[in-house]
C-alpha cells in the first residue's frame, strides 16, 4: 500500500511540474500583439509576437530580401532597427561593418519580435510581391542541373531587371517538415512578364534543392516572391563581360536576351566554364544567338573534356580562357554569377586586368 | 539524462530537415554524446586526433579547390575533385560558424573506392569529434579515412 501511495504522490507531483512548465512557457513566450513602425510612420503594423522581424513582414507582405532562409548565413536581411531590438546575437557579429551597428542595422532573421519596434527600411522593398505560380515546365539540363518555367497565376505580371532573383519556397516534404525558402536567380527576360524561369543544381543533401529536383512536377502550384537583388545591367562601358558556371548561366541569360531585345550597343562575350560536356547545356541556344547577332560572342570552355567528349572548343580553366580572351579592363563591365571557388578566381583574373572593383559585379550568396 | 536546451537545440539541429534534407544522424539510435564517444574512442585506438583527421581533409579540399571541379592527382593513386556550390550551411552545434557549401572526393585510382567530405564535415571533425551518425550520408568513417589517405599518427596519441 505505501509503495502504490509513494507512485502515486510521484506521478501527481510529476504531472503538476509538467503543468507548471507548460503554463510559464506559455506565459513567458507569450508577447502579444506589437506594433512595428516602418520608415518612421509610413506604415504601421500590429503583428503578434514571437516569430522572427523577417518572417513577421513577409507576413504583412513586406519581403526582406534572404538567400539562406532565415539561417543567418547569407547576411542579405539587414534592416535599420531603430528601437525595440533587443542585443545583437553573436550570430549577426560577422555580417555587420561598425558603422552599421552604430546606425542600428541587424539581421531581420535574428531579431525576435518581443515588443514594438521602429525599423527602416528601402522603399523599394515595397514593390516586391509574392507569386503563386503553376510549373509549366520542367527541363533536365544537365545530370544536376534541371530549368522550371514557371507561369504567373496571381498576381499574373512580374516587373523585374534582367539580373534580379526570386525567392522559392518549399512545402513540407519527405522527412522536411518544415517550408523554407532559398534564393534563384531569374533566367527568363523581363519582357516576358507572365512568366519567370530557374534554373536550380541539386546540392547534395540541400533541402531546397532536393526539393525541386525530387519532389516537383509540371502542373504543380508553387510560391515564389520577388524581385530581389541589385545584380543588374550598370552598362556605364563599351563592351561587357559575362562569366558563368552551372546554374550561375540563369541571371547571364536574363541580362543578354534583355541587351539584345533592346537592341543596346554594347560589345558582349558571355565565357561559359565546366569540366566535361556533361557538365555544359544551352550550347546551340547560345551558338545561334551568336549566328544571329554580331555583337555578341559566346565562349564555351572545358576544363578537362574527356576523349569521347570530342570537344573542339576552348580547353582550360574558364579563368584562363578568360586571361587568353579579355586583353584589358579598359572600357569593360564584368557580370559574374557561378560558384563561390570561379567567383574568387575570376575577380583575381579581371582584377590583374585593370577592372577596378565598381566595374565587377556579382551576387554575393 | 535531461537535456540541456542547448543540447536539445542541436539535436534538433541534426534531425532532417533543419539544416540539410536528411540530417545527420542517419539510422543511428545512439544518443549523439555515444556517437562522438565512440568515434573518439575509434580514433584514438587509430593511433589519430580529430585534428590531424581534419588537417589531412582539409588539406586535400585545398589541394583539388584551383582545379574548380576538375580531377587533381594527389601523391601516387589518389586524386581529389572538389566541387563548391553557391550559398553556406551553419554548423548544427550553434557555435555560430558557417561553411561554404563544398563537396570534395577522394577517389583511389587503383581500387576505385572514394571517401568524400564537406567543409561542415571537417569544422564538425575538428571543433565537435563529430563524423555524423551511422547510415548519414555524410557520415566520415575514420577508419576508411585512415585506410585511403594512411594519415601519419600523432606520436603522442599512439598506441605503445
Known amino acids: 500500500?505505501?509503495?502504490?501511495?509513494?507512485?502515486?504522490?510521484?506521478?501527481?507531483?510529476?504531472?503538476?511540474?509538467?503543468?507548471?512548465i507548460i503554463l510559464a512557457e506559455r506565459l513567458l513566450n507569450n508577447y502579444g500583439d506589437c506594433q512595428i513602425d516602418i520608415n518612421e510612420g509610413a506604415r504601421q503594423v500590429t503583428v503578434p509576437g514571437g516569430s522572427s522581424l523577417l518572417s513577421t513582414l513577409a507576413g504583412?507582405?513586406?519581403?526582406?530580401?534572404?538567400?539562406?532562409?532565415?539561417?543567418?548565413?547569407?547576411?542579405?536581411?539587414?534592416?535599420?532597427?531603430?528601437?525595440?531590438?533587443?542585443?545583437?546575437?553573436?550570430?549577426?557579429?560577422?555580417?555587420?561593418?561598425g558603422d552599421e551597428?552604430?546606425?542600428?542595422?541587424?539581421?531581420?532573421?535574428?531579431?525576435?519580435?518581443?515588443?514594438n519596434l521602429k525599423i527602416l527600411i528601402p522603399e523599394e522593398l515595397f514593390n516586391i510581391r509574392e507569386f503563386k505560380t503553376r510549373i509549366a515546365r520542367i527541363d533536365t539540363l544537365t545530370h544536376d542541373i534541371k530549368g522550371l518555367r514557371l507561369e504567373l497565376l496571381e498576381p499574373d505580371r512580374i516587373r523585374f531587371k534582367a539580373g534580379q532573383y526570386v525567392q522559392l519556397y518549399t512545402k513540407p516534404y519527405s522527412k522536411v517538415r518544415e517550408s523554407v525558402f532559398r534564393a534563384y536567380s531569374m533566367a527568363s527576360v523581363p519582357s516576358e512578364d507572365r512568366v519567370v524561369e530557374l534554373i536550380v543544381r541539386q546540392v547534395p543533401e540541400g533541402?531546397?534543392?532536393?526539393?525541386?529536383?525530387?519532389?516537383?512536377?509540371?502542373?504543380?502550384?508553387?510560391?515564389?516572391?520577388?524581385?530581389?537583388?541589385?545584380?543588374?545591367?550598370?552598362?556605364?562601358?563599351?563592351?561587357?563581360?559575362?562569366?558563368?558556371?552551372?546554374?550561375?548561366?540563369?541571371?547571364?541569360?536574363?541580362?543578354?536576351?534583355?541587351i539584345l531585345e533592346k537592341q543596346l550597343p554594347y560589345k558582349m562575350t558571355f565565357f561559359f566554364g565546366a569540366v566535361t560536356l556533361r557538365d555544359l547545356y544551352y550550347l546551340d541556344y547560345f551558338g545561334e544567338l551568336q549566328q544571329k547577332h554580331e555583337n555578341f560572342r559566346f565562349v564555351p570552355a572545358l576544363s578537362k573534356p574527356t576523349p569521347t567528349d570530342n570537344w573542339q572548343g576552348e580547353i582550360g580553366l574558364i579563368t584562363e580562357v578568360v586571361d587568353r580572351f579579355v586583353p584589358d579592363g579598359q572600357n569593360k563591365e564584368a557580370y559574374l554569377c557561378g560558384s563561390p571557388g570561379m567567383i574568387n578566381a575570376c575577380l583575381n583574373v579581371l582584377q590583374a586586368k585593370g577592372f577596378g572593383p565598381d566595374k565587377i559585379f556579382y551576387d554575393k550568396f | 539524462m535531461k537535456q540541456s536546451p542547448e543540447q536539445r537545440e542541436i539535436e534538433e539541429n541534426l534531425k532532417p530537415g533543419a539544416f540539410s534534407a536528411d540530417g545527420f544522424l542517419g539510422t543511428d539510435t545512439r544518443s549523439l554524446a555515444d556517437i562522438i564517444r565512440d568515434d573518439q574512442a575509434l580514433v584514438l585506438s587509430l593511433g589519430l586526433t580529430h585534428q590531424a583527421i581534419a588537417r589531412q581533409l582539409s588539406a586535400l579540399t585545398a589541394l583539388g579547390l584551383p582545379s574548380l571541379g576538375a580531377p587533381v592527382p594527389s601523391g601516387d593513386h589518389l586524386e581529389v575533385v572538389v566541387t563548391d556550390y553557391r550559398g553556406f550551411i551553419p554548423c548544427p552545434f550553434r557555435d555560430y560558424v558557417r561553411e561554404e557549401k563544398r563537396l570534395t572526393v577522394c577517389r583511389d585510382r587503383r581500387t576505385g573506392e572514394t571517401i568524400r567530405w564537406t567543409d561542415l564535415n571537417v569544422h564538425m571533425i575538428a571543433a565537435h569529434g563529430f563524423y555524423e551518425g551511422r547510415g548519414s550520408p555524410f557520415r566520415v568513417e575514420p577508419a576508411a579515412v585512415q585506410a585511403m589517405l594512411n594519415i601519419q599518427p600523432d606520436p603522442e596519441n599512439a598506441e605503445p
Request: with cysteine; glycine share 12%.
Open chain 1, 1 to 20: 500500500m505505501e509503495i502504490v501511495t509513494t507512485i502515486l504522490s510521484i506521478s501527481l507531483i510529476s504531472v503538476a511540474l509538467a503543468i507548471l
Open chain 1, 60 to 97: 504583412q507582405g513586406i519581403f526582406i530580401p534572404s538567400a539562406c532562409g532565415g539561417k543567418a548565413t547569407c547576411g542579405l536581411c539587414k534592416v535599420q532597427v531603430l528601437d525595440g531590438a533587443g542585443p545583437l546575437l553573436p550570430t549577426e557579429e560577422p555580417y555587420l561593418s
Open chain 1, 101 to 115: 551597428r552604430q546606425s542600428g542595422f541587424r539581421l531581420s532573421c535574428q531579431v525576435k519580435v518581443k515588443q
Open chain 1, 207 to 258: 533541402i531546397c534543392t532536393t526539393y525541386v529536383h525530387q519532389e516537383l512536377k509540371e502542373g504543380d502550384e508553387l510560391r515564389i516572391s520577388g524581385p530581389y537583388g541589385d545584380f543588374y545591367l550598370r552598362g556605364d562601358c563599351d563592351e561587357l563581360v559575362f562569366i558563368a558556371g552551372g546554374s550561375g548561366l540563369a541571371p547571364i541569360r536574363s541580362l543578354i536576351l534583355d
